[in-house]
Every structure is written in C-alpha cells, then in structure tokens.
C-alpha cells in the first residue's frame, strides 16, 4: 500500500508541469518592460525633404531592440500629420506598416514604409510619428492611442514638406469643433472622465477644404481601451455618407449610451477619394477596471533546467483614483496545447499606477515555440482581461536557420513519382515554422511546378509524377519570411514520351480501376449465369433421364 | 574608380537630462531620449565641407546617478523629519523625457543616413524642424507642457532671476494650486515669476486621489553653446566633431497650503505631488511656508552653488556618430543597376494554363538597390518572388506566374531604388524586359490519348475530352465522384 501511495505522489509530482519557485511576486513593472526605452526607432527619416501631390514617401528605419527580454509579436504603427501654421497636428492617415516582428536584444533590423501624398494635400510641414505595439495592445514605444501632442508620446517623429501650387483639396475633422458632453474637447492634454451613468455626445465638424463637391464615408467607432485591436464595440459603430458641397461643413453628432467602467478610444475616419481626416479622442468612464498593460518571458527559447521568469503589468485602467482587486493566472504551453507552467497572481489591489508582478520556473523541456497566456479577474471572479502572446523562434530575424530540400531518389524515369522533403530547421535541429515556395525547372530552366504559401512546421513533403524532357531538374525552396532558398537536382531519363499515362481515353472518362471492377463484376455475372444455367440445364437432363 | 576616402564624421550631441524616480523602485534608467544641437536658427544654413553644424542625435542612452534623487534641499529618506517632496502626481512612477528632432542633412533634397556617400562639390544643408519634446510618466499616460527651449546662458540666467525672485518675492494666498473636478481647458500661461514673455508657465493637472489639482509647471531644456568644429586629418580622411550639452530641467511652481491636513481644501501638493528630481524649482506661498517647516519661502529653492554644479554634469552621455563619404563625380559610384539577364518561360501553352515567368536579375552597378515594385502588363498575376534587395554584383530571380493567354508582348518592369545617392542624378529607377509574344493553345478535344498524340506538346493526354501537357499536371479523380479531373500543379 505504502508503494502505491507513494508511486501515485511521485506520479503526481512528475505530472506537474514545472515546478514554481514561488507564487506571483510584486515587482517593478519597468524592470523588464522597458516603456519608451526598449525599443529604438533608429534614423528615422524620409528619403526626401520635400514632396508634391501624388508622390510616394517612402520613410526609412532601423528597429533596435535594447529589451533584455524578448519581443515578440511586435507591430509598427504610423500616423501621418498635417502640420499647418493654424491646424496643427491634423491626422491624415493611420497605418500599421509592420506586422508579426519578434527581436531580441541588439537586433537590428532596416525597414521602410511607403505613403502617397493626397492628389489635393495641402502644402506645409507634415509629421510622421511611429509606434511599436506588442499583441494586440502593448505600447513597448510610443502611446498611439494619445497621438496629440505636444508632442504626445510617440516612438519618434519625423517630418517632410509637401509643395503644392495647385489647389487645394482636402477633407478634415475640425479639432477645435470638437466637444463631449458641449465641453470642449482638448487633445493633446488630458483625457476626460466621466460616470458610467452619463450618455455622451460628441460633436464635431466636417470640413471641405475645395470647390469640389464631395461624397464622404464617415465612420464612427468606439474601441474599448485602444483601437489597435481594430475590433470596435459592434454596438456603437456607425458609417455615415455625407454630400460636402464645395468648401461645405458639416455637423457631426455621434450620440453614446453610458458606457460601463473602463478607458476608451473614440475614433472618427472620414474618406473621400484619396483624402482622409481621423480624429481620435479618449475618454474614461471612472471606476475598477483592471488591466494588462505588458506580459511577458525574461528568455526564449525555453531551455531545459533554466530559470526562466513571467512577467507581467497589471493597473487599474479606468482612473487614477480607484482602486481595482483582482487576481489572475498565468499559463505556457506548449506547441501541441501542452500545459507547460501555470501559476497565479494572488488576490491584490491593483492601483492605477502600473504594478510588475512576475513568476519563475524552471521549464522541465525545452521550446522554441509556445503560447503565454494571462488572464486578469475581478473580486467576483468576472474576466477583466486576457492576453495572449505567442512565442516563436522562427520569426526572429537574426537568428541561424537551415533550409533543406532533398528527394527521394536522384534518377527518375518517365511518369516515376517524385517526393521531394523541404526542412526547415534551427541549429540544434528543432523544427521551425514558415512560408515555403518551392518549384521544379526542367532542363530548359522553366518552372513546370509550384507550390506557393506552403505553411511548414520543420517538413514538408510533396510529390508529382515526372514527365518531360530528358536532363536534369532542379527542384528549389524558398522560405519567403527570411528569404532562405535551397535546391536539388534530380536527373529524368528518356522514355517513350507519353510512358503510358495511366490516365483514361474520351470524354467522361471513368476511373479505370472502377472500370475494371465493373468488367470483372459484368464478367463474373455472366459466367455465374452460365455457370447457374449450365447446372439447371444438367439437372433437368438428369431428371429428364 | 576612385573613391575619395575623405569622412565627415559627426560628432553627436551628448545628451544630458534628468529622470525622475518611483517611490518603490528607486531609480529607472531611462533610454529614449532625442535632441538636436542646433541652437542657432542661423546655423541651420546651407554647409558644405565647412560643417559647422552638422549634428544628430536620434538616441541617447544614460543612466541616472543614485545622488540626484536625494537632495535638493530636502533631507534623505529615512532620516527623521523628512520633508524631501514626494513625487508630483504624473510622475508618481517611472518618469521619461523625450526629446524630439527631425534634424536631417541634405543632399539635393534628398535626406542622408549614416553611411552615405555624397558628391564631392554638392552643397549640404542642415534641416531642423522646431525642437520638440516632452516629459512623460511611464505606465500613465499624462502629458505634460511642451518643452521650451533656450540657450544654456538664457537658462542659467533665468534659474538665477528664478532664485533670486523667490527670496524676496512670495505669491499672494490666493495663488496656488486648485482643485477642481474637471482637468484644466490646456495649458495655462502664467508668468508672474518667470517673467518673460517667451517663457510660459503652464497649469497643468495633476491627479490626486481626491480630485484634479492644478499646478504650475515649465519644462525647459537648452543647449550648450556649440563646441568649435574639430576637424583632425589623418592621411587622406578628415574627421569632424561637434558635441554638445543638452540640459533639462523642470520649473514647478508649486504653493503650500494654510490648509493643512484637509484633503479637500489641502494642496499637500508642496510636499505630496513634487519631482524628486534636482532640476527643479519651485514656489512658496506666502503665510504658510510649509516646505521643510522653514518658515521662509524660498528655503528650498535650488541655490546656485547647484545651479552651477548642475551646468557643469553630464549625467546622460552618448556620443553618435554619422559617417558621411564624399565621392567624386567623375570617379565616384556609377550607382544601382539592375538588369534582367535571362529570362525563362514556355511562349507557348494551352489555354488557362499557368505561365510561369522566371527572370534572372543582376545588379550590375556599384550601389545597393531596392527593388520597389514588379508589374507585368497582364490583367491578373501573381508575384511569387522578388529580392528585396540586390548589393552590386548580386544576382537573384524574380518569378511570376500568370495565366496563359493570347499576349502580344508580355512585359515585366522593376522599380528599384537606390541606397543612398552619390552623385546619382535620381535614386528611382526602372528597368524593363519584354517577353515577346505567348501564345495560348486552345485546349484541343480528345476522345482518347492518340487524338493528343498529334499535337506538339510532349505528354499531351486526354482527361475529361481534352488533351493536356502531363508534365504539367495530373489528371485524377481528386473529389472522389468517380471522374477524372485535371489540375495543375
């Protein structure tokens, strides 16, 4: 008995998925998350000084990591200003321009973003601000969800000029028009709040800057806390079509229900042509309303044996004031959905200023690919948040990776089956993920097959039946996300050109096994006939005698 | 070809500031942080090999010193009757400043990187827009009055009358923070102590948990004077250094309050809501000085042993460097020069077939090229590979495919761009390949594979009553409904 019981807790202890050092542990929430500082947006500049109506900007960076920990999941954000003398900070355009990036620390990666000047932009200074999101809703640098200034908090800034001799035609939402509630809405200051039991309104004007009449699109969305996500509350979109006569304006009303506890994004979109105004308005509705504000692991890949640290940032998001008591839990898995840690943040109250709390284990197995989930809970043990980031080694950019193609065998005859394996492998042979391209050229160089947007997980196998030309075939793979390529030759013998393609004759061609199977049946129907009939026959004779 | 090795290295400013510290963390390093060196409007004129004013900082990276955070005419923590403010409401925690600039070096318009060469004879200019920047809490976000600029003598002068004003002057009782239930409208002038027009005070809110003050806040940052252009020649390569000093600091004009103890009526703010930082200065009020329980205003106003000692550090250095190249324009690079070499493709195909388009391309030129865009003049088709780029001398492939059909003249066209722009009269170019004509065989009808066996496509077979090239693809029955269908590969 005592063996039993002791074989079950070593059963037990063995099936726990890590072991926890300690339970959650409060911290500084910049230790790791490095706001501001983690990230650089290195040389940011335009390629020209100077731009004119219909040109393309193209807008140069490096991406340099200075975060100890791992980023993952990273996008950049754009948003593109007109600056004039009397309408400062003007959005014109808002943008993610780089999706999906994980760096580590001293990563250094070039990138560029492409914009087109309006046909009718007006001419003066124009500001390009850039920000780096991590998941749906980290701000790693810059606030995108505050872009007024002066000068908000972005990632960095850069400008250009446009010169424009012809007339001007352009569309904007005026932010001097603009209230909530008949207040006069201050961008670039501080955002209002308000009690979850006040309706809001929020009116602003419409401007037609031209003496063309135009038709525009208005859309008007609320995003709970930032409209990264680009996932607005279904219930308070609208989409309105407004006739602008020539240098028209026109009152906007968007009328909202009380909205419950939390922070909010407000965001207007007008369009008309190539022309485009966005306003974007925060506001918070008082009271307890816990947040995420930054998750993540101190390294990656996970190694066996090595201490390994979750950490996360939780506030109370909907005012400075109020207090929120939540708890959470905290959980890894791994790449089939394996629970590798769990753990949980105790009950505790959360202020609004920013609150590190972090866990440690020690991974059991090693993992280049895995997901970390928070989930943040009210006393009531309602959901208040969740996050998910997933971690993959493959997205690194700067890390070794070995693509592979090889087949089965090197000579093939006419109509022989070719199976081709691509790999794609980091340096210690772990599977990678990514997009494969692979193709196979005759003898002459042209492309007789493809597979395109082939996602794989370490392998790939695929197979063809080979004809053509006598010679040697080259069969290549790309993996397009870090643009590795590989390839292989394989030599296709002569045959009879048309090495009897097991492919039926005519219109409506049956499947030939079918066929085949039908004959034998009709065959075998007949020959039981005769077989039947030749015994009848046999038995009457016999009893006929 | 001959490339001059003569480099303007500059020298980048040395960014200097201050950060603010969390109660409960001590000190954050804080990273982020942009200037630009330029102080005289007037230096922002056109440079050649005469750089006086060639400068960029895009980046520092600093770390606070411990022996900032304690001080300012407060007693350490931990230490009995401890007044030391604490810290002022945006930046309860970790606080940041950034300072923002779009200086750019220009090349006939177009705006140099590090790295870049540019034609020897070509006229420079420096392009600075208005300096910007702005303090920010981390984890908050509040914003904070723009940053004000000065010169570090204005500065130096004004922390002096700053001083100077608060040891005789104190401000009225009914000047002082106030609370309200709502954020102040914006920034708020007030320049009563100050006392210059081109310096604004602003009021600004500061969150508390009993309501909305609002305080007096400036941030002002300066610039050293420009340090002489140090220029030092080692063989054919001369070297150019200009560094510089940004300095920031916070003039918080904060009062104390007769109300002391009542939440509501209190601006505790005195020793509740104020920088723990150094650079900083602050108001009194009147009747009740409470700051450090001194009794006379301005007991706590910075003095100017540490104005001085202030002027003198540089906490935060960092020191860039942007390498510039100066070529000839007889001998310099030719530039980017991307060529199709040869190109690989079946002219002729059945009707509705893939047509794969596979062109070898080689920078023929000196320069590093971007490719941009590939078209084809064909209604729908597919990019399925493209170099993002090709160095001078690198040879790469581009692939299409499209669909077969009746085309006169198909045409592939690349736009790229170079890398940086030498002498280059432009950095955008094109190049382009016809393919000629393809034609698209109708399908022919079969009954069987000797109907195919005519036609001039090896492997031709018969599926579904037409005849297909099986090198191409299969014909199978891929659904299952007991009929052979062709397909691709």
């Known amino acids: ?545 | 070809m001959k490339i001059t090795k003569k480099s303007i290295i500059i020298g980048m400013a040395m960014i200097c500031f201050f950060m603010i510290v969390s109660m409960a963390s001590g000190y954050v390093n804080h990273i982020q942080s942009r200037g630009l060196n330029i102080t005289d409007p007037e230096a922002l004129t056109a440079v050649s090999e005469n750089v006086e004013a060639l400068d960029i900082v895009r980046y520092s990276l600093g770390e606070l010193e411990e022996d900032i955070i304690d001080g300012h005419g407060c007693r350490k923590e931990g230490t009995t009757s401890s007044y030391c403010p604490v810290c002022y409401g945006p930046f309860i925690t970790h606080t940041a400043i950034n300072l923002y600039s779009s200086l750019q070096i220009v090349d006939r318009g177009y705006v140099l990187k590090d790295g870049d060469t540019f034609c020897k004879g070509d006229e420079l200019n420096t392009f600075a827009d208005t300096k910007s920047g702005e303090w920010f809490s981390k984890g908050g976000p509040e914003d904070t009055p723009p940053i004000q600029w000065l010169s570090c003598p204005e500065l130096e002068s004004m922390l002096t009358d700053l001083i100077e004003w608060h040891k005789v002057n104190s401000y009225p009782n009914n000047y002082r923070p106030t609370m309200s239930d709502t954020l102040p409208d914006t920034y708020v002038v007030d320049n009563d102590a100050v006392n210059r027009e081109d310096i604004v005070v602003y009021r600004t809110p500061v969150d508390s948990n009993y309501g909305v003050w609002s305080a007096y806040l400036s941030l002002l940052c300066c610039q050293d004077e420009m340090t002489p252009l140090d220029e030092s020649e080692s063989e054919d390569e001369s070297v150019y250094q200009v560094d510089t000093n940004p300095i920031c600091m916070m003039y918080f004009d904060s009062l104390s309050s007769t109300n002391w103890g009542d939440k509501f009526a209190v601006p505790s703010i005195a020793y509740n809501y104020l920088p723990t930082f150094k650079p900083l200065i602050y108001g009194n009020e009147e009747n009740n000085p409470r700051i450090g329980f001194s009794g006379t205003g301005g007991n706590h106003f910075s003095d100017m042993n540490w104005i001085y000692e202030y002027f003198e550090m540089s906490m935060f250095g960092a020191s860039h460097s942007m390498t510039l190249t100066e070529v000839d324009p007889a001998l310099g690079e030719r530039g980017p020069d991307i060529e199709i070499k040869r190109s690989y493709y079946q002219p002729t195909l059945y009707e509705g077939a893939p047509l794969y388009l596979r062109v070898m391309v080689e920078n023929t030129g000196d320069m590093l090229a971007h490719i941009d865009t590939v078209s084809l003049n064909a209604p729908e088709y597919e990019i399925l590979y493209a170099p993002q780029s090709l160095f001078g001398g690198e040879t790469s492939e581009i692939i299409i495919e499209t669909t077969a059909t009746d085309m006169s003249e198909l045409k592939v066209q690349v736009d790229y761009f170079a890398d940086e722009v030498g002498c280059l009269p432009t950095k955008d170019f094109t190049e382009s390949f016809s393919f000629g004509n393809i034609d698209a065989i109708p399908l022919p009808p079969c009954k069987s594979n000797a109907d195919c066996d005519v036609l001039s496509i090896d492997n031709a077979v018969c599926c579904l009553g037409l005849c297909y090239d099986l090198s191409r693809g299969t014909c199978d029955d891929f659904d299952g409904d007991g009929y052979f269908e062709w397909s691709y590969y």
């Open chain 1, 1 to 545: 008995m005592k063996k039993i019981i002791i074989s079950i807790m070593v059963a037990l202890i063995l099936c726990m998925p890590s072991h926890a050092f300690a339970a959650s542990e409060n911290a500084d929430c910049f230790k790791y998350y490095k706001f501001q500082s983690g990230l650089e947006f290195n040389d940011l500049h335009p390629e020209k000084v100077s731009y004119a109506p219909g040109d393309e900007v193209r807008v140069f960076y490096n991406l340099l990591s200075h975060m100890d920990a791992p980023i993952v999941e990273g996008k950049v954000r754009v948003q593109i200003f007109y600056d004039g003398p009397e309408d400062i900070e003007h959005m014109v355009d808002e943008f993610i321009s780089e999706d999906d990036i994980s760096l580590y620390r001293d990563d250094k990666i070039p990138f560029y973003f492409k914009w087109k000047v309006p046909s009718g932009a007006k001419g003066g200074k124009y500001t390009v601000k850039t920000y780096f999101i991590v998941g749906e809703k980290f701000n790693l640098v810059g606030i995108s969800m505050l872009p007024y200034g002066p000068p908000g908090v972005p990632g960095e800034m850069t400008t250009f000029n446009v010169k424009n001799a012809d007339a001007v035609s352009r569309i904007y939402l005026d932010k001097e028009s603009t209230t909530i509630n008949d207040n006069k809405y201050t961008f670039g200051t501080n955002s209002p709040s308000f009690d979850a039991s006040t309706p809001l309104s929020i009116k602003t004007k419409l401007v037609n800057e031209g003496t063309a009449k135009k038709q525009v699109t208005l859309k008007m969305n609320v995003y709970d806390w930032d409209d990264v996500t680009e996932r607005p509350i279904a219930e308070y979109s609208l989409e309105k079509i407004i006739v602008l006569e020539a240098n028209g304006v026109e009152d906007i009303m968007y009328d909202l229900p009380a909205l419950k506890t939390g922070a909010y994004e407000i965001k207007f979109v007008a369009t008309s042509a190539d022309e485009k105004s966005i306003l974007k308005m925060r506001l918070a509705v008082g009271g307890s309303k816990g947040g995420i504000g930054y998750l993540g692991i101190d390294r990656f890949p996970l190694e066996t044996g090595e201490k390994t640290t979750v950490f996360a940032c939780v506030s109370n998001t909907a005012d400075h004031s109020s207090t929120f008591e939540g708890h959470g839990t905290v959980e890894i898995r791994d790449k089939s959905g394996n629970t590798i840690y769990t753990d949980v943040m105790d009950t505790r109250i959360i202020s609004a200023d920013p609150m590190g709390v972090n866990w440690e284990f020690v991974p059991k197995e090693s993992a280049n690919y895995l997901t970390l989930k928070m989930r943040l809970y009210d006393k009531n043990d309602n959901m208040a948040d969740e996050i998910t980031l997933i971690y993959d080694y493959s997205k690194f950019k700067n890390t070794e990776k070995t693509l592979n193609v090889d087949t089965d065998k090197s000579l093939y005859k006419q109509g022989d089956t070719l199976r081709y394996t691509v790999t794609f492998k980091d340096d210690e042979n772990n599977n990678l993920r990514g997009n494969i391209l692979a193709y196979i050229m005759n003898p002459d160089g042209d492309i007789i097959h493809r597979v395109k947007d082939q996602n794989i997980d370490g392998t790939f196998y695929e197979s063809i039946k080979i004809y053509g030309a006598e010679g040697s075939y080259k069969i290549v793979a790309r993996e397009t996300n870090h643009d590795l390529s590989a390839e292989t030759s394989i030599a296709l013998a002569a045959g009879d050109a048309g090495v009897e393609p097991k492919v039926p004759d005519g219109e409506g061609s049956f499947n030939s096994v079918r066929a085949l199977v039908v004959i034998f049946s009709i065959t075998f129907l007949i020959a039981a006939f005769l077989l039947v009939q030749a015994r009848r026959n046999k038995k009457e004779g016999g009893e006929d005698s």
